[in-house]
């Protein structure tokens, strides 16, 4: 139980898997909901501070950033409704494929291109 103490369960939520049953599917189902709100918290600063600074990226680079951070929100957010409603069908992780399939991929486009800005801006000096 050292581990569920430690974990970021509230105490209400420790207290209830103390009651027996399948305490590990339970403490999946309790800790899913921390580590969502965890990665919506995150999504919603970046968010916000791409909006605010986002006046100083190149507009192509920008559009890339955003798709990007489209393409994350849309994986967890299918995520989200998977957990709450659970309505099996065959493309029900179809955003969250597409992000791991082309996620990756996309953010490496993005550090070249900023890296190669950040070249060209070093030659300058």
């Known amino acids: 139980m050292e581990f ?3 974990s ?3 105490g209400w939520q420790k207290d209830e898997l103390q009651k027996g049953g399948n305490r590990t ?5 309790m800790i899913f909901w921390h580590h969502l709100h965890a990665v919506k918290k995150a999504h919603a600063e970046f968010h916000n501070y791409f909006i605010s ?7 192509e680079l920008k559009e890339k950033i955003r798709a990007l951070s489209d393409m994350m929100y849309d994986a967890f957010t299918e995520r989200e409704f998977d957990e709450q409603y659970g309505l099996p ?3 029900r ?3 969250r ?3 791991r399939r082309d996620g990756l991929g996309k953010l490496q486009a993005i550090e070249k291109e900023v890296q190669a800005r950040l070249w060209e801006a070093n030659k300058i000096d």
């Not at 599917?25 to 189902?29: D, H, P, S």
């Not at 600074?53 to 507009?59: A, L, V, Y």
């Open 8 to 10: 970021a369960l509230s």
């Open 53 to 59: 600074k986002g006046i100083f990226i190149q507009p």
């Open 93 to 95: 992780f179809a955003k």
């Open 89 to 91: 069908a065959e493309d």
């Open 25 to 29: 599917e339970r403490y999946q189902k």
């Open 4 to 6: 569920v103490s430690a």
């Open 97 to 99: 494929d597409r992000l």
